[in-house]
Protein backbone atom coordinates (compact mmCIF):
# COMPACT_ATOMS: atom_id res chain seq x y z
CA UNK A 1 0.00 0.00 0.00
CA UNK A 2 2.64 2.42 0.86
CA UNK A 3 4.68 1.72 -2.52
CA UNK A 4 1.68 2.49 -4.50
CA UNK A 5 1.31 5.45 -2.72
CA UNK A 6 4.88 6.67 -3.63
CA UNK A 7 3.96 5.69 -6.98
CA UNK A 8 1.14 8.03 -7.31
CA UNK A 9 3.29 10.78 -5.96
CA UNK A 10 5.76 10.18 -8.44
CA UNK A 11 3.33 10.08 -11.21
CA UNK A 12 2.04 13.56 -9.51
CA UNK A 13 5.37 15.35 -9.64
CA UNK A 14 6.34 13.88 -12.45
CA UNK A 15 3.18 15.48 -13.97
CA UNK A 16 3.67 19.16 -12.64
CA UNK A 17 7.78 19.38 -13.07
CA UNK A 18 8.43 17.58 -16.53
CA UNK A 19 11.86 19.58 -17.17
CA UNK A 20 11.97 21.45 -20.24
CA UNK A 21 15.74 20.04 -20.25
CA UNK A 22 15.61 16.48 -20.57
CA UNK A 23 18.54 15.76 -18.28
CA UNK A 24 19.02 12.53 -15.97
CA UNK A 25 17.79 14.31 -12.76
CA UNK A 26 16.43 13.18 -9.20
CA UNK A 27 13.04 13.88 -8.29
CA UNK A 28 13.16 14.86 -5.60
CA UNK A 29 15.85 16.69 -5.27
CA UNK A 30 15.67 18.98 -1.72
CA UNK A 31 16.46 16.56 1.27
CA UNK A 32 16.27 17.34 5.00
CA UNK A 33 19.77 17.22 6.49
CA UNK A 34 21.08 13.28 7.62
CA UNK A 35 17.52 12.08 6.70
CA UNK A 36 16.55 8.87 5.12
CA UNK A 37 15.99 10.36 1.54
CA UNK A 38 13.84 9.08 -0.94
CA UNK A 39 14.72 10.30 -4.18
CA UNK A 40 14.58 8.78 -8.05
CA UNK A 41 16.56 9.07 -11.21
CA UNK A 42 14.75 10.14 -14.14
CA UNK A 43 15.94 9.03 -17.59
CA UNK A 44 13.63 11.06 -20.22
CA UNK A 45 15.32 9.35 -23.17
CA UNK A 46 18.26 7.27 -24.82
CA UNK A 47 21.27 8.22 -26.52
CA UNK A 48 20.36 9.40 -29.40
CA UNK A 49 17.62 7.16 -30.67
CA UNK A 50 18.75 3.83 -29.46
CA UNK A 51 17.03 2.35 -26.41
CA UNK A 52 18.80 2.75 -22.69
CA UNK A 53 20.13 -0.74 -21.42
CA UNK A 54 21.78 0.05 -18.41
CA UNK A 55 22.30 2.89 -15.41
CA UNK A 56 25.50 3.39 -13.52
CA UNK A 57 24.89 5.68 -10.03
CA UNK A 58 27.71 7.08 -8.94
CA UNK A 59 27.16 7.45 -4.71
CA UNK A 60 28.38 10.70 -3.35
CA UNK A 61 31.33 10.95 -0.26
CA UNK A 62 29.12 11.70 3.01
CA UNK A 63 26.02 8.85 2.15
CA UNK A 64 26.53 6.12 4.36
CA UNK A 65 23.88 3.97 3.41
CA UNK A 66 21.86 3.69 0.10
CA UNK A 67 19.14 1.06 -1.20
CA UNK A 68 18.05 0.87 -4.05
CA UNK A 69 14.33 -0.01 -5.64
CA UNK A 70 13.81 -3.24 -7.27
CA UNK A 71 12.69 -2.65 -10.70
CA UNK A 72 10.99 -5.42 -12.82
CA UNK A 73 13.02 -6.51 -15.57
CA UNK A 74 16.24 -4.69 -14.34
CA UNK A 75 19.16 -6.52 -12.13
CA UNK A 76 20.54 -4.03 -9.40
CA UNK A 77 24.17 -4.68 -8.23
CA UNK A 78 25.85 -2.56 -5.80
CA UNK A 79 29.69 -1.73 -5.81
CA UNK A 80 31.17 -0.53 -2.65
CA UNK A 81 34.18 0.48 -1.49
CA UNK A 82 36.44 -0.27 2.05
CA UNK A 83 37.41 2.78 4.49
CA UNK A 84 40.75 2.90 6.07
CA UNK A 85 38.70 3.73 9.29
CA UNK A 86 34.89 2.62 10.36
CA UNK A 87 32.93 5.05 10.43
CA UNK A 88 29.40 6.12 12.13
CA UNK A 89 26.60 5.46 10.32
CA UNK A 90 23.88 6.81 12.88
CA UNK A 91 22.08 4.89 15.46
CA UNK A 92 25.34 3.67 17.19
CA UNK A 93 26.13 1.56 14.56
CA UNK A 94 29.73 1.77 12.76
CA UNK A 95 30.85 0.29 9.24
CA UNK A 96 33.64 0.33 6.90
CA UNK A 97 32.16 -0.35 3.96
CA UNK A 98 29.90 2.13 1.51
CA UNK A 99 28.51 2.13 -1.39
CA UNK A 100 29.76 3.72 -4.13
CA UNK A 101 27.96 2.81 -7.28
CA UNK A 102 24.47 0.93 -8.14
CA UNK A 103 23.86 -0.77 -11.30
CA UNK A 104 20.71 -1.34 -12.92
CA UNK A 105 20.99 -3.16 -16.52
CA UNK A 106 19.55 -6.37 -18.60
CA UNK A 107 16.53 -4.00 -18.86
CA UNK A 108 15.12 -2.16 -22.61
CA UNK A 109 14.31 1.70 -21.91
CA UNK A 110 12.67 2.90 -25.42
CA UNK A 111 14.16 6.14 -26.42
CA UNK A 112 10.50 7.42 -26.60
CA UNK A 113 10.07 6.38 -22.97
CA UNK A 114 11.28 7.59 -19.63
CA UNK A 115 11.41 5.61 -16.40
CA UNK A 116 12.68 6.39 -13.33
CA UNK A 117 15.23 4.57 -10.90
CA UNK A 118 14.90 4.62 -6.78
CA UNK A 119 16.91 5.17 -3.81
CA UNK A 120 16.83 5.65 -0.68
CA UNK A 121 19.88 7.15 1.00
CA UNK A 122 21.16 8.18 4.60
CA UNK A 123 22.07 11.74 3.58
CA UNK A 124 24.97 13.65 5.42
CA UNK A 125 23.60 16.25 8.21
CA UNK A 126 25.61 18.99 5.94
CA UNK A 127 22.66 21.58 6.08
CA UNK A 128 22.73 23.35 2.54
CA UNK A 129 25.22 20.73 1.04
CA UNK A 130 24.91 19.82 -2.56
CA UNK A 131 25.72 16.47 -3.73
CA UNK A 132 26.56 15.72 -7.25
CA UNK A 133 25.52 11.68 -8.50
CA UNK A 134 27.72 11.19 -11.33
CA UNK A 135 24.68 8.80 -13.75
CA UNK A 136 26.48 6.43 -17.01
CA UNK A 137 23.64 5.75 -19.40
CA UNK A 138 24.25 2.89 -21.39
CA UNK A 139 22.75 2.32 -24.45
CA UNK A 140 22.16 -0.57 -27.35
CA UNK A 141 24.39 1.59 -29.24
CA UNK A 142 26.12 4.59 -26.84
CA UNK A 143 26.34 6.07 -23.88
CA UNK A 144 25.85 9.54 -21.68
CA UNK A 145 28.18 10.43 -19.43
CA UNK A 146 25.89 12.86 -17.11
CA UNK A 147 29.08 13.63 -15.17
CA UNK A 148 29.46 17.02 -15.20
CA UNK A 149 29.58 19.08 -12.15
CA UNK A 150 29.69 23.34 -12.44
CA UNK A 151 32.50 25.05 -11.22
CA UNK A 152 32.79 27.91 -8.87
CA UNK A 153 30.65 30.22 -10.12
CA UNK A 154 29.12 28.07 -12.88
CA UNK A 155 25.48 27.20 -13.61
CA UNK A 156 24.51 23.66 -13.82
CA UNK A 157 21.96 25.12 -16.65
CA UNK A 158 25.50 26.02 -18.79
CA UNK A 159 26.61 22.51 -18.41
CA UNK A 160 25.21 19.71 -21.36
CA UNK A 161 25.66 16.65 -19.51
CA UNK A 162 25.48 17.76 -15.97
CA UNK A 163 25.14 15.02 -13.08
CA UNK A 164 21.90 14.76 -10.89
CA UNK A 165 21.89 17.12 -8.47
CA UNK A 166 20.67 16.83 -4.56
CA UNK A 167 20.84 19.54 -2.18
CA UNK A 168 20.36 19.35 1.55
CA UNK A 169 18.09 21.49 3.02
CA UNK A 170 19.48 24.91 5.75
CA UNK A 171 19.52 24.42 8.72
CA UNK A 172 16.18 25.31 10.25
CA UNK A 173 15.07 21.69 11.82
CA UNK A 174 16.97 21.74 15.24
CA UNK A 175 15.05 18.88 16.70
CA UNK A 176 16.01 16.59 13.51
CA UNK A 177 19.44 17.56 13.96
CA UNK A 178 20.66 17.06 17.29
CA UNK A 179 19.13 13.91 16.89
CA UNK A 180 21.67 13.15 14.29
CA UNK A 181 24.57 14.19 16.02
CA UNK A 182 23.44 11.73 19.31
CA UNK A 183 23.67 14.30 22.01
CA UNK A 184 20.38 15.65 22.27
CA UNK A 185 17.84 13.61 24.46
CA UNK A 186 15.82 16.89 25.56
CA UNK A 187 12.40 16.36 25.59
CA UNK A 188 10.01 19.82 25.71
CA UNK A 189 7.45 19.58 28.27
CA UNK A 190 4.22 20.34 25.97
CA UNK A 191 5.82 20.35 22.48
CA UNK A 192 3.20 22.62 20.53
CA UNK A 193 2.50 23.90 17.05
CA UNK A 194 0.41 26.91 16.91
CA UNK A 195 -2.86 25.93 18.88
CA UNK A 196 -2.06 22.62 18.96
CA UNK A 197 -0.50 21.05 22.09
CA UNK A 198 1.38 17.26 21.17
CA UNK A 199 0.62 15.43 24.82
CA UNK A 200 2.02 11.97 25.59
CA UNK A 201 3.65 10.59 22.46
CA UNK A 202 4.84 7.15 22.47
CA UNK A 203 6.01 4.29 20.55
CA UNK A 204 6.32 0.61 21.78
CA UNK A 205 8.88 -1.29 21.44
CA UNK A 206 9.33 -3.78 18.89
CA UNK A 207 11.54 -5.85 16.72
CA UNK A 208 9.11 -5.44 13.57
CA UNK A 209 10.21 -3.41 10.43
CA UNK A 210 6.70 -1.36 11.32
CA UNK A 211 5.79 0.55 14.65
CA UNK A 212 2.63 2.45 15.92
CA UNK A 213 2.85 6.13 17.12
CA UNK A 214 0.70 7.64 19.61
CA UNK A 215 -0.17 10.43 20.91
CA UNK A 216 -2.87 13.08 22.05
CA UNK A 217 -3.28 16.17 19.85
CA UNK A 218 -5.06 18.76 21.80
CA UNK A 219 -6.34 21.89 19.76
CA UNK A 220 -7.22 24.98 21.98
CA UNK A 221 -7.98 27.03 19.12
CA UNK A 222 -11.13 28.51 17.48
CA UNK A 223 -11.08 26.67 14.56
CA UNK A 224 -10.45 22.84 13.51
CA UNK A 225 -7.23 21.68 11.56
CA UNK A 226 -5.94 18.29 10.49
CA UNK A 227 -2.78 16.38 10.77
CA UNK A 228 -1.93 16.22 7.58
CA UNK A 229 2.11 14.83 6.95
CA UNK A 230 4.22 12.69 9.98
CA UNK A 231 8.33 12.38 9.32
CA UNK A 232 10.76 10.66 10.64
CA UNK A 233 14.57 9.70 10.08
CA UNK A 234 14.35 6.26 11.50
CA UNK A 235 12.19 5.07 9.15
CA UNK A 236 12.15 4.93 5.55
CA UNK A 237 8.24 5.78 5.50
CA UNK A 238 5.27 7.25 7.57
CA UNK A 239 2.04 7.31 7.13
CA UNK A 240 -1.18 8.54 9.18
CA UNK A 241 -3.61 5.62 9.51
CA UNK A 242 -6.50 4.51 11.13
CA UNK A 243 -8.61 0.90 12.14
CA UNK A 244 -11.21 -0.56 10.39
CA UNK A 245 -13.44 -3.28 11.42
CA UNK A 246 -12.84 -6.20 8.46
CA UNK A 247 -15.44 -8.91 9.61
CA UNK A 248 -14.07 -9.93 12.88
CA UNK A 249 -10.83 -8.38 12.46
CA UNK A 250 -9.10 -4.74 13.01
CA UNK A 251 -7.39 -3.58 9.87
CA UNK A 252 -5.15 -0.85 9.42
CA UNK A 253 -5.97 1.62 6.39
CA UNK A 254 -3.51 5.30 5.07
CA UNK A 255 -6.00 8.05 5.50
CA UNK A 256 -5.65 11.57 4.10
CA UNK A 257 -5.63 13.57 7.24
CA UNK A 258 -6.12 13.54 10.99
CA UNK A 259 -8.99 15.39 11.90
CA UNK A 260 -8.20 17.95 15.01
CA UNK A 261 -11.09 19.05 15.65
CA UNK A 262 -11.37 23.36 17.45
CA UNK A 263 -11.67 23.54 21.30
CA UNK A 264 -10.94 19.78 21.43
CA UNK A 265 -9.06 16.69 21.24
CA UNK A 266 -8.24 13.51 18.89
CA UNK A 267 -6.44 10.79 20.73
CA UNK A 268 -3.96 8.36 18.63
CA UNK A 269 -4.18 5.78 20.46
CA UNK A 270 -3.94 1.75 19.80
CA UNK A 271 -6.90 0.27 17.45
CA UNK A 272 -7.70 3.69 16.32
CA UNK A 273 -5.97 6.41 14.72
CA UNK A 274 -1.92 5.98 14.57
CA UNK A 275 1.39 7.15 13.10
CA UNK A 276 2.72 4.40 10.87
CA UNK A 277 6.51 4.24 10.66
CA UNK A 278 7.35 2.39 7.85
CA UNK A 279 10.55 0.18 7.22
CA UNK A 280 12.07 1.18 10.67
CA UNK A 281 15.68 1.33 10.49
CA UNK A 282 16.13 -0.13 13.63
CA UNK A 283 14.44 -2.51 16.14
CA UNK A 284 12.33 0.63 18.58
CA UNK A 285 13.96 -0.72 22.11
CA UNK A 286 12.47 0.42 25.10
CA UNK A 287 14.12 3.23 27.12
CA UNK A 288 14.87 5.40 23.70
CA UNK A 289 13.60 8.20 21.61
CA UNK A 290 13.26 9.22 18.40
CA UNK A 291 12.53 12.16 16.47
CA UNK A 292 8.97 12.77 14.75
CA UNK A 293 7.85 15.66 12.62
CA UNK A 294 4.49 16.44 12.47
CA UNK A 295 2.61 19.12 9.90
CA UNK A 296 -0.28 20.21 10.44
CA UNK A 297 -2.61 22.13 7.88
CA UNK A 298 -2.86 25.55 9.84
CA UNK A 299 -0.74 25.17 12.99
CA UNK A 300 2.11 24.46 10.86
CA UNK A 301 5.28 21.86 11.50
CA UNK A 302 6.47 20.94 14.87
CA UNK A 303 9.01 18.05 15.82
CA UNK A 304 8.77 16.00 18.73
CA UNK A 305 10.89 13.35 20.70
CA UNK A 306 8.90 10.06 20.68
CA UNK A 307 10.08 7.53 24.03
CA UNK A 308 9.83 4.24 23.17
CA UNK A 309 7.61 2.43 25.97
CA UNK A 310 7.65 -1.59 26.55
CA UNK A 311 5.91 -3.75 24.23
CA UNK A 312 1.93 -3.79 24.35
CA UNK A 313 2.15 -0.76 26.67
CA UNK A 314 -1.07 1.47 27.41
CA UNK A 315 -3.17 -0.78 26.13
CA UNK A 316 -2.83 -3.24 23.38
CA UNK A 317 -6.22 -3.23 21.62
CA UNK A 318 -6.06 -3.67 17.67
CA UNK A 319 -2.77 -3.88 16.71
CA UNK A 320 -2.43 -7.39 16.94
CA UNK A 321 -4.75 -7.36 13.99
CA UNK A 322 -2.30 -5.13 11.93
CA UNK A 323 -1.95 -6.16 8.20
CA UNK A 324 0.65 -4.67 6.36
CU1 LIG B 1 -0.71 1.17 11.06
Redesign the pocket.
Known amino acids: MSRLFLLSAAALTFAVSLPATAHVSADPALAEPGSYFRTALRVPHGCGSSATTAIRVGIPEGVVSVRPQAKPGWQVTIETRKLAQPIEIGHGQKTDTLVSAVNWSGGKLPNEQFDEFGLVMKLPNQPGAQLWLPVLQTCESGEIRWDQIPAAGQSAHDLPRPAALIRVADAGKPMVLAQAHGHNHAMPAAPKAGDIAIEQPFARATPAKVG?VFMTLKNTGGSADRLVKATSPVAESVEL?THVKDGDAMR?RPVEDIPVPANSQTALEPGGY?V?LIGLKQPLKEGAQFPLTLTFEKAGTVTIQVPVMKAGSMGDAGHGG?KH
Request: glycine share 16%; net charge neutral; aromatic share 0%.
Open positions: GHMHMH
